[in-house]
């Protein structure tokens, strides 16, 4: 059964850890993730891209899979299944197909209008109970195409969307999507610690969870961010763990052809990779 990410967060926020959310692409993807939370008794937020969705043949049929998953693995850690980077059309959408949270990114419009659609989004969300996560100041990187270079967000403008009634807000901190260049400046912690001040209780977002240093990592969520998403280190881990595979001749041994064969390697490695980041955000046992 799918839940709201309103209660993990506000209990991570106070209990000062975070929950992990990890991007879905596939089955694998998705079995392996919901696996690791289970044997770890931690809370989890699968994250969906509009990207990922059309590519997994739409928001119903990832609803489907998932609610199927939990019931056949017996899943009973609490799972959100969460739209990443939505716009407005597509967080419809989603409410639509029983996401139970969805984030809508409206870092890209002028602070009015994301004040506007927000506010919208946040009255159908209150009515149905479900999550909603807005964001302020674009993450850099690439995320779906669009590329950012990883700004610091206006405290004031965090405190304008943070008070429409969202559960949780992503700003940018310095923070950006996939590999982190080699002149990265890093997080602006200065950044986060405003933010936190004028925002109080809501539970923060850090985008772009891959390769931000583990005490970096630990500092800000010292500073308030209670969801961390990860989603470019656990495609590296399965990328990596299949070409070893594939290089090693094994799809050429027997039946090492078959693709469940072909892709259990990957589906380890996303779980080494889910469980070496629950521990360092602290959420193993806090289900």
């Known amino acids: ?18 929950v992990g959310q990890f991007n879905i692409n596939n089955l694998e993807w998705t079995k392996a993730i919901l696996q690791t939370a289970q044997e770890l008794n931690s809370p989890v937020i ?13 928001y119903t049929t990832v609803v489907g899979m998932v609610n199927g998953m939990i019931n056949e693995l017996g899943i009973t850690v609490p799972v959100a299944l969460h739209l990443d980077h939505g716009s407005y059309e597509g967080a419809k959408k989603c409410i639509e197909a029983g996401f139970s949270s969805v984030m809508f990114d409206g870092s890209h419009y002028p602070i009015e209008e994301n004040i506007e659609k927000t506010k919208e989004l946040v009255a159908i969300c209150d009515e ?9 100041g674009a993450i850099g990187g690439e995320e779906d195409g669009v ?3 990883g700004e610091c967000a206006d405290p004031k403008e965090c405190k ?20 982190y260049p080699e002149n990265w400046a890093g997080l602006s912690f200065d950044t986060l610690d405003a933010i936190q001040q004028l925002t109080g209780d809501m539970p923060l977002v850090l985008h772009g969870g891959t390769g931000i240093p583990a005490d970096m990592i630990k500092k800000a969520i010292s500073l308030g961010v209670s969801k961390i998403n990860v989603n470019t280190e ?20 027997g039946k090492g052809f078959d693709p469940r064969k072909v892709l259990a390697p990957g589906v380890e490695a996303i779980k080494a990779t889910v469980k070496e980041k629950m521990e360092l955000f602290g959420s193993i046992g806090k289900a």
């Open 1 to 18: 059964m799918l839940v709201s990410a309103k209660e993990m967060l506000t209990k991570a926020k106070a209990g000062k850890y975070a």
């Open 160 to 179: 304008m969307i943070a008070d429409l009634g969202i559960t949780m807000l992503a700003a940018g901190i310095g923070n950006i999507h996939g590999k």
């Open 147 to 149: 590329v950012g270079t």
């Open 128 to 136: 149905l109970g479900l999550s909603l996560e807005a964001e302020v």
């Open 234 to 253: 656990c495609q590296l881990a399965f990328a990596a763990a299949t070409r070893e595979y594939i290089e090693a001749g094994k799809d050429l041994q």
């Open 46 to 58: 699968l994250g969906v891209s509009e990207g990922a969705g059309k590519y997994m043949c739409g």
